[in-house]
């Protein structure tokens, strides 16, 4: 069974950081772009930001656009999204997903994303 596993999330103040992490379970994701989406009480789900299978082509929501950070560990087989100066909208469930790529360095909110990870709750509040 594909699976992706999240971890990171947490309660931190205005203007902190955080770093979340995602890593496959099940199999390896070497020809899959990555995305992180978030979804807020009462909002639709949005994209955060994406990263290609290779060469690190990024994507990011104008929201987080210089402050947030997508990496890939290819080594290590972990995909970061450091999180930096937030605030308290940026506030929801964090997923990860992959999707299907083959080799390629660009990456969309709109790929066919499956598997998705369980979710890791980000709440900035103080």
């Known amino acids: 069974q594909l699976q992706l596993v999240e971890s990171g999330g947490g309660l931190v103040q205005p203007g902190g950081s955080l770093r979340l992490s995602c890593r496959p379970s099940g199999f390896t994701w070497n020809f899959y772009n990555i995305g992180w989406f978030r979804q807020a009480p009462g909002k639709e789900r949005e994209g955060v930001s994406c990263i290609s299978s290779i060469g690190d082509g990024t994507k990011y929501l104008d929201a987080v656009q210089g402050r947030f950070i997508i990496s890939r560990d290819h080594r290590n087989n972990t995909v970061f999204l450091q999180m930096n100066s937030l605030k308290p909208e940026d506030t929801g469930v964090y997923y990860c997903?992959?999707?299907?790529?083959?080799?390629?360095?660009?990456?969309?909110?709109?790929?066919?994303?499956?598997?998705w990870g369980q979710g890791t709750q980000v709440t900035v509040s103080s």
């Open positions: 997903a992959a999707a299907w790529s083959g080799q390629t360095t660009r990456c969309t909110f709109q790929e066919n994303f499956d598997p």
